[in-house]
């Protein structure tokens, strides 16, 4: 049974960073692709960065958070992933909950589309919240 777990949330000011941990546990091998989605209260959840592991391709990132954050993954397991967040704003408010195996999608699909359905596995999520 496939578990991603985050950590790393928090509150902060406005110009502040969090770092944000997924670990995947339960593959047999590695996901194919890990990212990240935020939903606030009374939106859609909207993808937010996403990756192929093993380092295959490069990372998309949606226009919101393009410059200020980065996704990477360790690269001795390929089943953890983070997102470093800097120069957050309180428009960055939401829960961001990890995302594992893309089904039918590429990262375009999963971050600038925000397809939902095909993300195989979810985590719980894990708040942030930016003050002004």
């Known amino acids: 049974q496939v578990q991603l777990v985050e950590s790393g949330g928090g509150s902060v000011q406005a110009g502040g960073s969090l770092r944000l941990s997924c670990v995947a546990s339960?593959?047999?091998?590695?996901?194919?692709?890990m990212g990240w989605f935020r939903q606030a209260p009374g939106t859609e959840r909207e993808g937010v960065a996403a990756?192929?592991?093993?380092?295959?391709?490069?990372?998309?990132y949606a226009d919101s958070v393009k410059g200020r954050f980065t996704i990477s993954e360790d690269n001795a397991t390929a089943n953890t992933v983070y997102l470093d967040m800097r120069s957050l704003e309180p428009e960055d408010t939401a829960m961001y909950y990890c995302?594992?195996?893309?089904?039918?999608?590429?990262?375009?699909?999963?971050?600038?589309?925000?397809?939902?359905?095909?993300?195989?596995?979810w985590g719980q999520g894990t708040q942030v919240a930016v003050s002004s």
């Open positions: 995302a594992a195996e893309c089904v039918g999608s590429t990262l375009y699909g999963w971050v600038m589309l925000s397809k939902v359905h095909a993300v195989g596995h």
């Open positions: 339960g593959y047999t091998g590695s996901s194919n692709c």
């Open positions: 990756i192929y592991t093993r380092g295959v391709g490069s990372p998309y």
